[in-house]
Every structure is written in structure tokens, then in C-alpha cells.
T-cell receptor
Framework: GAGVSQSPRYKVAKRGQDVALRCDPI?????LFWYQQALGQGPEFLTY????????KSGLPSDRFFAERPEGSVSTLKIQRTQQEDSAVYLC???????????FGEGSRLTVL | AQSVTQLDSQVPVFEEAPVELRCNYS??????LFWYVQYPNQGLQLLLK??????LVKGINGFEAEFNKSQTSFHLRKPSVHISDTAEYFC???????????FGRGTSLIVHP
């Protein structure tokens, strides 16, 4: 596809379960970002990749959050032992270089019961 | 750390009226500035951007914004809004030298018939 693709679009997890959210960026885009968007809030930065290198993970809220992009294309955000406060929309975005606008996916909405 | 302030959480306006959505940022160094729009259950899409050059930037759907360095502002304007402009609008800032955009908390534009 031409845009950033995220899956699943909706995920319901029981507290304590592990979840994995997938992002397929636009082909050839160097930069990939993960943001967390709580209800009624703006996107909050989680982590940033340049190709396969994770250059910044300062926004990950705890060591339960882990992200990877092993081949410099598809990325996975994993959340272990989910908590209710993890409920949010997780947005993935890519960029063909290191500056300029981001191209966003539609997001993965996580609800933790 | 960079901060972005969107002064109005909600802006109600009648159709065909003008609108201004305000954005201020904290950085005093050179910046890249963006406005994104988010329709319900969708990802963010770029409205317009300022990287350099003319301080008046025109974007899609008739929107424009003006970069004011002395006031560290980047307000979004449209001379005549449509019902279809009802959405959430986010201002974002990249300080010069940073790869990572910081987003404001968003302004909900509600256009009434």
C-alpha cells in the first residue's frame, strides 16, 4: 500500500497480558516514530528509529515497553504485562529523511480491561 | 525541553466564519513548524509546514499559518470554514537539530451550520 499501515486497528487485552503492535511504514522511509495518544490529548513521543537503529527511546514509559525494527522497515511495539494506564491509541509515523513532515498510520487503539 | 502550547482546547464557530487556532512554542532556536489535522478514527495528516523562507505558509483546504519568531507563535487561520473542517488540529515543533517533533495537546474545531 501507499501509506503507513498499522495492525491491529483495535486490541482489547486483559490486564497482565502481553501485546504486540505492528507498523509497516512507507517503503524506503528512513525514519520511524512511535507515539502514544491518550484520549483528548496530543501525541506523546515514545521512540524513534533511523533505519534499524533505535536512536531515541526516552519516551518509553517503563521497561514493559519495547520496540524493534530489525531490518529497517517493519517495526513492532511490544507491551508486556499490560496495565490499565496503557490504554491509548498508538500511532506510528514514518519520514523519508530525518526532517520534514511525518506520515502517520491510522493507529492501533489498545484497551486494557 | 521543547514545549508546544495550544491555548484553546475547543473552538466553536459558525460555517463561513473566519477562524484562528493559536500555537506557541518555547524554543528560541531555529525551528521547523507543522500543523496536522486528525479526523475521527483516523491518523494525523499534514495541513502545512514551515521549514524556512516566507513566514506566511499556505496549506491544503484553504488553511494558512504565519510564523512569528519574536512571539514564538505559529497560528493557523482560515478565512471561511466549512462543516467538513470539524476535526482535531495539532501544532508540532522540531527544534533545529532535533529529529523528533513535539506536539501540542490539540484544538478541537467545531463548525456549526
Amino acid at each position: 500500500g501507499a501509506g503507513v499501515s498499522q495492525s491491529p486497528r483495535y486490541k482489547v487485552a486483559k490486564r497482565g497480558q502481553d501485546v504486540a503492535l505492528r507498523c509497516d511504514p512507507i517503503s524506503g522511509h528512513v525514519s520511524l516514530f512511535w507515539y502514544q495518544q491518550a484520549l483528548g490529548q496530543g501525541p506523546e513521543f515514545l521512540t524513534y528509529f533511523q533505519n534499524e537503529a533505535q536512536l531515541d527511546k526516552s519516551g518509553l514509559p517503563s521497561d514493559r515497553f519495547f520496540a524493534e525494527r530489525p531490518e529497517g522497515s517493519v517495526s513492532t511495539l511490544k507491551i508486556q504485562r499490560t496495565q490499565q494506564e496503557d490504554s491509548a491509541v498508538y500511532l506510528c509515523a514514518s519520514n523519508p529523511s530525518t526532517t520534514g513532515e511525518l506520515f502517520f498510520g491510522e493507529g492501533s487503539r489498545l484497551t486494557v480491561l | 525541553a521543547q514545549s508546544v502550547t495550544q491555548l484553546d482546547s475547543q473552538v466553536p464557530v459558525f460555517e463561513e466564519a473566519p477562524v484562528e487556532l493559536r500555537c506557541n512554542y518555547s524554543s528560541s532556536v531555529s525551528v521547523y513548524l507543522f500543523w496536522y489535522v486528525q479526523y475521527p478514527n483516523q491518523g494525523l495528516q499534514l495541513l502545512l509546514k514551515y521549514l524556512s523562507g516566507s513566514t506566511l505558509v499556505k496549506g491544503i483546504n484553504g488553511f494558512e499559518a504565519e510564523f512569528n519568531k519574536s512571539q514564538t507563535s505559529f497560528h493557523l487561520r482560515k478565512p471561511s470554514v466549512h462543516i467538513s473542517d470539524t476535526a482535531e488540529y495539532f501544532c508540532a515543533v522540531n527544534p533545529g537539530g532535533s529529529y523528533i517533533p513535539t506536539f501540542g495537546r490539540g484544538t478541537s474545531l467545531i463548525v456549526h451550520p
